[in-house]
C-alpha cells in the first residue's frame, strides 16, 4: 500500500467540495482527496496572488543572473580581438603552444 504526502493541514473529500465549493476557499490550502489520495489542492486567491508572486521573484532572480553572460556583439568583439592577438604572435610566443 503506498502511501502519499498530503501538504495540507486540512482536507476535503471531492465529493464535499462538489456540495459547496466557496466554504474551501481560504488563506491556507486545503487538499482534496478522491479514494483518499491527494488529487489537488484548493486555495483562495489571496494565498494564489502571494503563490504567483512569490514564482515570479523567483524567476526575475535566475534570469537576472543570465545579464552577466556576454552579448553577441562582446563574443564577437572578444573573437576579433583574439584573432588580432594571435596573428601579433612571434615564433617565441608560439614555442610554449602544442598540437
Not at 24 to 43: E, R, T
Not at 66 to 85: D, I, T
Amino acid at each position: 500500500m503506498a502511501t502519499h504526502a498530503i501538504l495540507a493541514e486540512k482536507t476535503v473529500s471531492i465529493s464535499a467540495l462538489r456540495n459547496n465549493p466557496a466554504q474551501y476557499f481560504s488563506d491556507q490550502p486545503i487538499a482534496v482527496l478522491s479514494h483518499n489520495k491527494p488529487a489537488g489542492y484548493v486555495v483562495g486567491a489571496e494565498l494564489f496572488e502571494y503563490m504567483m508572486k512569490v514564482i515570479e521573484t523567483q524567476t526575475e532572480a535566475r534570469s537576472f543572473e543570465a545579464r552577466f553572460r556576454p552579448s553577441v556583439a562582446q563574443l564577437k568583439e572578444l573573437r576579433a580581438r583574439g584573432a588580432e592577438l594571435v596573428l601579433e604572435m612571434t615564433p617565441e610566443d608560439m614555442e610554449d603552444y602544442e598540437e
